[in-house]
């Protein structure tokens, strides 16, 4: 009984995943399009929603193409890792107030363990391919998480230092009185920008870059392979929107410490997704050079000085949660 009951939600947490991953699509092609002035998707049903399920009915459909040169075992395996573990990050996510699968302690760390662990499905996926294209992809997307990683978690660190706590749950409830981005404005953009790098999206996609590497890691990947790398790919951005919204936003919680619910954290994680779109729209791709020179020589003395002046202003006022 008890593993039927954990089943149920776990796939009440997956399928909705899955439902809003389809709907993510949809609005970020309709919404660059009308950045771009033009239409985006508009035949398949009202406003051109239900484009996403054509496209997914599509890869489902096509047939599976094994490349002749590829370690088919380990070429089979790396898209379901990408997918299995942007998955089960969400289980120590806390949508609402009572609204989370497991309440753990370590929330934070898991999420850090997890998306740590998110590059070993990219690194197989490009060496199993035996295609440059594909290992140089693989590659870029190491080095740039690795990079983005390090500022990540020290960001993380200085918001745990405030709330003193690692429980995602208690760290929203931290920010009853005043939400931590008011205070540290800050290293909350550069936690966002990191995101994006984290993801691979614009302006940091460089690990998928169209004009000199085709697609990338998933550049020799057809029907359901490619269809969980981007399944993974989209449920890592909304995933860490959510952790945007939790450490600096105050999840559920309304302004002044009103109580929200899972409706309130919804919007605040719509509006982080849209900003994700919007930057796709608006910025040209970096250069590569640029990309870990930024991580490396701005962000991480940025996010390392913020944590050591955090804990001396904490220290030092005896503000220590």
Same mark, same amino acid.
């Given at each position: 009984?008890?593993?039927?009951?954990?089943?149920?939600?776990?796939?009440?947490?997956?399928?909705?995943?899955?439902?809003?991953?389809?709907?993510?699509?949809?609005?970020?092609?309709?919404?660059?399009?009308?950045?771009?002035?033009?239409?985006?998707?508009?035949?398949?049903?009202?406003?051109?929603?239900?484009?996403?399920?054509?496209?997914?009915?599509?890869?489902?459909?096509?047939?599976?193409?094994?490349?002749?040169?590829?370690?088919?075992?380990?070429?089979?395996?790396?898209?379901?890792?990408?997918?299995?573990?942007?998955?089960?990050?969400?289980?120590?996510?806390?949508?609402?107030?009572?609204?989370?699968?497991?309440?753990?302690?370590?929330?934070?760390?898991?999420?850090?363990?997890?998306?740590?662990?998110?590059?070993?499905?990219?690194?197989?996926?490009?060496?199993?391919?035996?295609?440059?294209?594909?290992?140089?992809?693989?590659?870029?997307?190491?080095?740039?998480?690795?990079?983005?990683?390090?500022?990540?978690?020290?960001?993380?660190?200085?918001?745990?230092?405030?709330?003193?706590?690692?429980?995602?749950?208690?760290?929203?409830?931290?920010?009853?009185?005043?939400?931590?981005?008011?205070?540290?404005?800050? #290293?909350?953009? @550069?936690? =966002? /920008?990191?995101?994006? $790098?984290?993801?691979? &999206?614009?302006?940091? %996609?460089?690990?998928?870059?169209?004009?000199?590497?085709?697609?990338?890691?998933?550049?020799?990947?057809?029907?359901?392979?490619?269809?969980?790398?981007?399944?993974?790919?989209?449920?890592?951005?909304?995933?860490?929107?959510?952790?945007?919204?939790?450490?600096?936003?105050?999840?559920?919680?309304?302004?002044?410490?009103?109580?929200?619910?899972?409706?309130?954290?919804?919007?605040?994680?719509? #509006?982080?997704? @849209?900003? =994700? /779109?919007?930057?796709? $729209?608006?910025?040209? &791709?970096?250069?590569? %050079?640029?990309?870990?020179?930024?991580?490396?020589?701005?962000?991480?003395?940025?996010?390392?000085?913020?944590?050591?002046?955090?804990?001396?202003?904490?220290?030092?006022?005896?503000?220590?949660?």
């Amino acid at each position: 009984m008890q593993t039927i009951k954990i089943s149920i939600k776990v796939l009440s947490i997956v399928l909705p995943l899955l439902v809003s991953v389809a709907f993510f699509t949809v609005m970020e092609r309709k919404i660059i399009g009308a950045i771009q002035r033009r239409r985006g998707p508009n035949t398949l049903g009202f406003f051109g929603i239900f484009q996403a399920f054509a496209d997914g009915l599509k890869l489902l459909t096509k047939e599976t193409i094994l490349p002749s040169s590829a370690n088919k075992k380990l070429f089979i395996i790396a898209p379901i890792i990408t997918f299995i573990l942007s998955m089960i990050g969400w289980a120590v996510i806390p949508l609402g107030p009572n609204s989370v699968l497991s309440d753990i302690n370590l929330g934070v760390i898991y999420l850090f363990a997890i998306s740590s662990l998110g590059v070993y499905g990219i690194i197989i996926a490009g060496w199993s391919s035996n295609s440059k294209y594909a290992f140089l992809g693989a590659l870029r997307s190491a080095a740039q998480i690795i990079s983005y990683e390090v500022s990540i978690g020290f960001i993380m660190l200085s918001v745990l230092l405030s709330a003193g706590t690692i429980n995602c749950h208690d760290i929203i409830l931290a920010q009853h009185k005043i939400w931590y981005c008011f205070p540290i404005l800050p #290293i909350c953009i @550069i936690f =966002f /920008i990191s995101s994006l $790098a984290e993801t691979n &999206r614009h302006p940091f %996609d460089l690990p998928e870059a169209e004009a000199e590497l085709v697609s990338g890691y998933n550049v020799e990947y057809s029907a359901i392979g490619f269809a969980l790398f981007f399944l993974g790919e989209y449920g890592n951005i909304i995933l860490i929107s959510c952790l945007n919204v939790i450490l600096f936003i105050g999840g559920w919680l309304l302004p002044q410490g009103g109580e929200g619910n899972t409706l309130i954290f919804g919007i605040k994680v719509f #509006i982080f997704l @849209i900003l =994700f /779109i919007w930057a796709r $729209a608006a910025y040209p &791709r970096f250069r590569y %050079d640029q990309l870990i020179r930024l991580g490396w020589k701005v962000f991480l003395p940025l996010s390392l000085s913020w944590v050591v002046l955090s804990a001396s202003i904490l220290i030092a006022f005896n503000w220590l949660p």
